[in-house]
């Protein structure tokens, strides 16, 4: 049988027995693929430094019929997130990138736009500066992964009355599906701001690359990342991992 070719990105690797490894592959032809990596920790020619998370590589990989894992026989890279220095922050983000699509991806369903998504964020994380940090990738990333999945409710309205929230204050809950008007928000409930409102419309209209110089501050967006995150764990039904590391991390 032919081996399938795919340009890739690494999400998560797993030591199994001795020598292999199990990675899990966002591949653009497939969508996620989970495979075994043959002798990968001996065999730098077949694979070298391409099963790094966030590395995007050309696979080259088996499926057989009525076997839930491929056979990953190589892997060429095209672009590795080590290519410069990687701060403890963009450490951080680039793992928070893996786990939401590995959280939120089905296996074997293709999705380039996703996946286009995924390599633009990847290119921002290496071209911001110390000073604009990974705020914005991370906000980028959350918005239109939360839109592209069908998880992102309309934040122009109230869920609960149609009242249209356009100028005036807004609330989320951890247990609701959208935004609330003033008078139909539930207790304990958060406020998002207007400017971050403004701010989600303007990333659905423009591509990252066009936010990438502009100065980004931890709270600037802060109460749309919450938003976000909390409308993800809600469907996944767990809570992410590396959105902890980050709201502690003190970037």
């Known amino acids: 049988m032919a081996l399938k070719e795919s340009e890739a990105i690494v999400l998560r690797t797993y030591p199994l027995r001795e020598a292999d490894l199990l990675v899990t592959l966002f591949t653009r032809a497939e969508g996620k693929v989970r495979g075994v990596a043959r002798s990968a920790k001996k065999s730098k020619r077949r694979f070298g430094g391409a099963l790094e998370p966030l590395t995007y590589v050309r696979a080259f990989y088996d499926v057989r019929e009525r076997q839930e894992l491929a056979r990953l026989d190589a892997c060429e890279v095209l672009e590795s997130p080590l290519a ?12 928070h990138v893996a786990e939401l699509l590995d959280e939120l991806l089905p296996d074997r369903e293709a999705n380039d736009a996703i996946f286009r998504l995924t390599l633009s964020i990847l290119h921002a994380l290496q071209k911001t500066s110390e000073s604009s940090g990974i705020w914005m990738p991370i906000t980028y990333f959350e918005l239109w992964l939360t839109r592209l999945v069908g998880f992102l409710p309309e934040l122009t309205e109230c869920i609960v009355c149609g009242r249209t929230l356009n100028g005036s204050r807004a609330f989320f809950h951890a247990l609701a599906d959208g935004l609330m008007c003033p008078d139909d928000k539930r207790l304990a409930s958060s406020e998002i701001s207007s400017e971050s409102r403004v701010l989600a419309a303007q990333m659905f209209r423009a591509p990252v690359e066009s936010f990438v110089e502009m100065p980004w501050p931890k709270t600037q967006g802060a109460d749309l990342r919450k938003f976000l995150i909390q409308t993800l764990q809600r469907h996944i039904e767990k809570k992410l991992v590396t959105a902890g590391m980050l709201e502690k991390g003190g970037f």
Do not use: N, Q
């Open 84 to 95: 410069s220095e990687v701060s403890y922050a963009r450490a951080v983000a680039l793992g």
